[in-house]
């Protein structure tokens, strides 16, 4: 079976600090890993996704994140948070499926 | 190239009345898929639709909801005989044939049950 843990439902950070998001996963296959970004009233937004390629995957407005197998994590990343920056991050997993599987959240506040 | 579409944004229905939320997914994806977000907690999984078929409905609720995705038209989710417990955003999602981890979500209805 597949799941999501995401570490700390609400993350606060100042404008220009690195931002790090935490996101384990645990799956029964080898799995495809996601981030969505959420703004209020809004749908879910891709962000960057693992498909076993590259273990270090790059998205949009300057997001990153790893896959580690050893640790069954993918933290998402970027290096110098914006104001923009601040919505619900939401990490998936999935199987050959078709099912994703969403963690709860993680609510980022960026403080000017 | 327009994204996936829901309709309506926003529902209010009376507890016992029926609600139909549509999705008209993204040009040439053949998949539909209907997510539930209830407050304060992630998307929770309720079906996977072709056209025509339903492949995964593991995560439908056993009475009141259905969902379908017809030849021609939007897929729909019906919820029947509303209850408050069915407030929350429903969220669609849609993939072309083969590449199911390729999903582009819709906005989503809010359905709230008064």
């Known amino acids: 079976a597949q799941s999501v843990t995401q570490l700390g439902s609400h993350v606060s950070v100042s404008e220009g600090a690195l931002v790090l998001l935490r996101c384990n996963y645990s799956s029964s296959v080898p799995p495809y890993l996601f981030w969505y970004v959420q703004y209020p009233n809004q749908g879910l937004q891709l962000l960057l996704k693992?498909?076993?390629?590259?273990?270090l995957v790059k998205g949009i407005n300057g997001f990153e994140a790893e896959f580690k197998k050893s640790e069954t994590s993918f933290h998402l990343t970027k290096p110098s948070a914006h104001m923009s920056d601040a919505a619900e991050y939401f990490c998936?997993?999935?199987?050959?499926?078709?099912?994703?599987?969403f963690g709860t959240g993680t609510s980022l506040t960026v403080i000017p | 190239n327009a994204g996936v579409m829901q309709n309506p944004r926003h529902l209010v229905r009376r507890r016992g009345q029926e609600a139909r939320l549509r999705c008209s997914p993204m040009?040439?994806?053949?998949?539909v898929y209907w997510y539930r977000q209830l407050p304060e907690e992630g998307l929770k999984f309720m079906v996977y639709l072709q056209k025509e078929n339903i492949i995964d409905e593991s995560g439908m609720p056993k009475e009141r909801f259905s969902a379908e995705f017809p030849k021609e038209g939007p897929s729909i989710l019906r919820i029947q005989q509303v209850v408050r417990g069915d407030s929350a955003a429903y969220f669609c999602?849609?993939?072309?044939?083969?590449?199911?981890?390729?999903?582009?979500f819709g906005p989503g209805t809010r359905l709230t049950v008064t």
């Open positions: 998936a997993v999935s199987d050959r499926v078709g099912q994703f599987y």
């Open positions: 999602a849609s993939s072309q044939q083969g590449a199911f981890y390729e999903q582009y």
């Open positions: 040009k040439g994806h053949s998949h």
């Open positions: 693992y498909t076993s390629a590259a273990t």
